[in-house]
């Protein structure tokens, strides 16, 4: 008979029981009726067939017990008693259930960020084969991480790489829809028709770009994300074929995607069809590139070929010379950089679980304990080891259970937190979310963990006679169980400092990181980024009017006190990049240039931004409007480029490939130094090198990015000083934007405290949650040493009523007690202190401006965490200090 | 649930209310109990305590299909039949049986 047929029997025990008892009845009866026959009384009859049949309730046992699993009727009744047993202590129980449920929930809610994000494949199809195709340049020390690449090169791997299944580009950016409501700024990804065949995936409804469309003279064409679709067009399936004005360029919406589908990145509203041709395909990098490896290929493989294809492009246009391919996996691309703080996460929180262990094996040896009676009893009436157990697990079980329960609603509401409060930076964040495998994960956790605490009080089960003697007195306990407490006090300890000094390296880096100086004031600033339609605002000319018409409205608001605008707000957008010439020095071909970043600025951008000048003047009125050929540089730009040399009156220009078709670019004179600001992090290593010219002079609509002028002024950030909190002030900036153009829409409206707080928000994100492991791991250290003294001082009471009674002073007696507490805070500290040593490497690219090894951090965390410790120690030895010796020595 | 081959005592109830069943034809666990009592002309008692453990694995086992019925004297009874499996153990256990008579009386004859 089949396992499971027995275990089904168990189930449906009862039934089985009623039928058989009712057979045995009918039975029981036969027999008296044949008994009568044979002419006995009444009464005779019965007691004869009952003698004979003997007693039913043991046939009707024996019979069940011949087809169920008797092994899980068992362990249900010992789950039943134990379950009653714990019900009695509800103090226990509840301590116990919280204390696991809190480590459980914190683990299963980070697993389930790590799940999501970095175990889990892309939601892509076969995403396996997918590669991100990244570039580095050996020659200029850039071994990897250019993650943009030319159109010209898009089409010499889409043509001629054969280790490549397909090649797809793309670029983000944003634009203005208007038509139905109010205008919007979207954000857009351009490109090309191959990106969702390269992904194998497939539009909600409608369909993707056909190749046809990716051709320049084709009509203009979209794809609705999900959330525009359900946004704006409240999921009307006659979209489809429907006009939308993109940047005053009317386009057909030919499909939506499915709401999963988030590539680039969640934030895309639209796709557009990126037209392009091999022969008029830019030199410039302004696109990103993935695409699928060919069946069989490896990585290795496509990279050189795709070196050797950058090799033979770059012979015709060398400004791609020196690139190498480094293309990477896109998993890895995309979730790499936040791939070590998950993982130190998520190890702090398995560091918390241990600790949650610790104190549960302790509350679970006090009982043990307090129940060696009851197991005394039992073993003497012939309970085996098996047995004893079975009644510690049976309890161990449902405590673990019950905090997987409770730790799967802490981690449901933790996950909620996580996916709102995440930082953008943490990609495929809205992803997560709590599913089978997750949950199983809790339940898992919480049957390993019952194994780790249940079998403490097992290797405890003494001798019977032993348990019998101590069980009739208690006494001096035996001194190993002692040793074992402090032994995981010490370890709690240890475990407690590792994520104390972490938190304590994370906090210092988060204090150095924001303490950077940003080169400009953040405070009581508002910034947006304006961009002007293309269609409308068709040269520079009437963009420039229109930034005018702009700032001069927003420099009449009350309250304002400058105002001015930036092609290049630093920490926020992608920057025109290119290298400079500098006037009467031959260009160094063995040299790689040094890119600099060019900033298109309206008049008193450096006083609107709180720059600081270093020499020289900066960007007035008067240059704007009369368009001189000017630029104010950074202070990295005098250090890398004029090195020892007053750069001021120095001429400069942005440099051209030798066969442009277009005109060199005018020469600029340096006018002044300013202080330098980041780029694109606060971590950065060494400042970015920076070059401010006034937005007359650089480029437009009318003017083509390859002539390399400068960077296109028709979408600019704005920034706004304010003597009032600025956030007051965005209703009268609204305003006096729709009164120059009613059409236009401000997109990432903050201020530059928020910039500043958003740079920084990976760092503090990181932070926060190993803080708090930090502090669950401290406090539930507090109780668990408080908890293991208490019993140290409660076991020795009779010793200290003696001592006292001999006349030991009490100060004496908390000293002793004290320095048996302290000698294993010290051993545990000093082991943490190793342990966090030794472990120092792992954190350290998380950390900034710190060393992972800090001295004063590792000494504040070890005396902070040591003056806990004492702290916990010092009530029970007060308490034992202060016992009556008469009163001690009457205890049992 | 281990086959019960070797235990020869387990066998031969199996073996008899296998035999009982299968020619007399449905009977409760009372008419099994006398059946057997008569065919051995009083020598063999069956226990109540062994016969319905038996009857519950041999249905579990499907190699006995029971049902309710009612008695002659009109009380609700549960009636046991030999299915097709329990003919097919019914052949072996007999034959198991021959083969160790076989071999005992052959060892008490020449021993």
């Not at chain 1, 089978?436 to 049957?447: E, I, K, M, N, S």
């Not at chain 1, 920034?719 to 990432?748: G, M, N």
């Not at chain 1, 000293?815 to 500290?829: D, E």
């Not at chain 2, 039949?81 to 052959?106: D, H, P, S, Y």
């Amino acid at each position: 008979m089949s396992p499971i047929g027995r275990i089904w029997n168990v189930i449906r025990r009862r039934r089985l029981d009623e039928e058989l008892r009712q057979e045995l009845d009918t039975h029981l009866a036969l027999i008296e009726e044949e008994e009568r026959a044979n002419g006995r009384s009444e009464d005779g009859a019965r007691r004869h067939a009952r003698l004979r049949f003997g007693a039913p309730s043991v046939h009707r046992e024996r019979s069940l017990d011949s087809v169920t699993a008797t092994w899980l009727v068992d362990a249900m009744k010992e789950v039943g008693f134990a379950a009653r047993r714990l019900w009695r202590s509800p103090a226990f129980t509840l301590a116990t259930v919280l204390t696991l449920g809190l480590a459980i929930g914190a683990n299963t809610s980070i697993f389930a960020v790590v799940h999501r994000v970095l175990l889990n494949p892309l939601p892509y199809g076969d995403s396996s084969r997918l590669i991100a195709l990244d570039y580095g340049v050996p020659i200029a020390n850039v071994s990897s991480g250019i993650n943009f690449m030319t159109w010209q090169l898009y089409h010499q791997l889409a043509d001629h790489a054969r280790t490549l299944e397909r090649v797809a580009v793309y670029d983000t950016g944003e634009v203005t829809l208007t038509g139905v409501g109010e205008p919007e700024r979207i954000r857009v990804s351009h490109a090309t028709p191959s990106l969702v065949p390269v992904l194998r995936m497939s539009p909600e409804i409608g369909r993707w770009f056909t190749e046809q469309e990716g051709v320049p003279g084709a009509p203009a064409v979209a794809v609705l994300s999900h959330g525009l679709w359900v946004r704006r067009y409240a999921k009307d399936p006659h979209v489809l074929g429907r006009s939308v004005i993109l940047d005053g360029v009317s386009t057909t919406i030919v499909g939506v995607m499915p709401a999963d589908f988030t590539f680039p990145n969640a934030r895309i509203d639209l796709w557009s069809a990126a037209q392009s041709t091999r022969a008029t395909a830019s030199f410039l990098f302004v696109v990103t590139g993935i695409a699928r490896l060919r069946d069989g290929v490896t990585m290795a493989s496509a990279r050189s070929e795709m070196t050797a294809l950058i090799a033979d492009l770059a012979r015709v246009s060398p400004n791609q010379t020196g690139l190498v391919s480094t293309a990477l996996p896109l998993q890895d691309a995309i979730v790499g950089r936040v791939a070590s703080a998950l993982w130190i996460v998520l190890a702090s929180v398995a560091l918390v679980l241990l600790v949650a262990c610790a104190n549960v094996a302790n509350l679970f040896l006090v009982r043990s304990e307090a129940r060696q009676r009851e197991v005394a009893v039992r073993r003497a009436l012939g309970a085996g080891r098996m047995g004893v157990a079975r009644y510690f697990l049976a309890e161990s079980l449902i405590l673990s259970i019950a905090g997987a329960v409770v730790g799967m609603g802490l981690a449901w509401v933790a996950s909620q937190l996580l996916v709102a409060f995440g930082p953008n930076s943490l990609p495929r964040l809205e992803e997560v979310r709590l599913d089978a495998a997750v949950l199983a994960f809790a339940l898992v956790l919480g049957v390993l963990t019952a194994g780790c605490f249940g079998v403490i009080p097992l290797a405890r089960i003494a001798p019977l006679h032993a348990s019998l003697h101590e069980a009739g007195r208690g006494g001096s306990a035996s001194r190993d169980r002692s040793r074992l407490r402090q032994l995981l006090m010490g370890g709690q300890i240890a475990l407690a400092l590792i994520l104390v000094v972490s938190s304590g390296l994370m906090l210092r880096s988060f204090q150095k990181l924001r303490a950077v100086d940003p080169g400009f004031n953040a405070a009581s600033a508002l910034t947006f980024r304006i961009g002007l339609p293309n269609r409308e605002y068709q040269s520079r000319r009437a963009v420039l009017a229109a930034h005018d018409a702009i700032l001069g409205r927003l420099s009449a608001i009350p309250g304002v006190a400058a105002v001015s605008a930036t092609t290049c707000l630093p920490l926020q957008t992608r920057c025109f990049g290119n290298s400079v010439l500098v006037e009467g020095r031959a260009f160094d071909r063995n040299r790689a240039p040094t890119v600099t970043w060019f900033n298109a600025v309206a008049p008193g951008y450096v006083e609107a931004m709180g720059m600081r000048l270093v020499r020289g003047r900066t960007i007035n009125r008067t240059d704007v409007e009369l368009g001189q050929p000017i630029v104010v540089v950074n202070k990295a730009f005098a250090d890398t480029i004029f090195p020892g040399q007053d750069p001021v009156g120095k001429r400069i220009r942005s440099s051209t490939p030798p066969n442009s078709r277009f005109k060199a670019p005018d020469w600029l004179e340096i006018v002044g130094v300013v202080s330098n600001t980041p780029g694109t992090s606060l971590a950065e290593r060494t400042p970015g090198v920076q070059l401010y010219m006034p937005m007359s002079i650089a480029g437009g609509p009318d003017i083509p990015a390859q002539a390399l002028v400068g960077p296109s002024v028709d979408m600019m950030s704005y920034v706004v000083r304010t003597v009032t909190p600025p956030s007051q002030s965005v209703a009268l900036v609204r305003a006096a934007i729709a009164s120059v153009d009613p059409h236009l829409a401000l997109a990432d409206v903050r201020t530059l405290d928020e910039v500043l707080d958003g740079a920084a928000a990976q760092m503090a994100f990181t932070m926060v949650l190993i803080a708090i492991a930090a502090i669950v791991a401290l406090a539930l250290g507090i109780v668990g040493i408080y908890g293991v003294m208490s019993y140290i001082v409660s076991q020795r009471t009779s010793e200290i009523g003696v001592r006292l009674a001999l006349g030991a002073e009490p100060r004496s007696v908390a000293t002793m007690i004290l320095r048996q507490g302290s000698v294993v805070a010290f051993t545990g500290a000093a082991v943490g202190v190793a342990a966090a040593l030794a472990g120092s490497r792992l954190i350290a690219s998380l950390l900034y401006g710190i060393s992972p090894r800090d001295p004063a951090v590792f000494a504040g965390t070890t005396v902070l965490l040591l003056t806990v410790a004492a702290a916990a120690c010092w009530l029970p030895a007060r308490r034992a200090a202060r016992l009556s010796p008469l009163e001690a020595l009457r205890t049992d | 649930m281990p086959k019960h081959s070797n235990d020869r005592l387990q066998g031969t109830l199996d073996l008899l209310i296998l035999k009982i069943l299968d020619r007399a034809g449905p009977q409760h666990g009372y008419g099994i109990a006398q059946r057997i009592h008569q065919a051995t002309s009083d020598s063999l008692r069956i226990e109540e305590g062994s016969l319905y453990p038996a009857l519950q694995r041999m249905t579990h086992e499907k190699w006995l299909k029971a049902q309710w019925g009612t008695t002659d004297t009109g009380r609700k009874a549960r009636f046991y039949t030999v299915t097709a499996a329990g003919r097919k153990q019914l052949e072996e256990e007999e034959r198991r049986w021959i083969t160790l008579t076989e071999a005992v009386n052959k060892a008490l004859r020449f021993a």
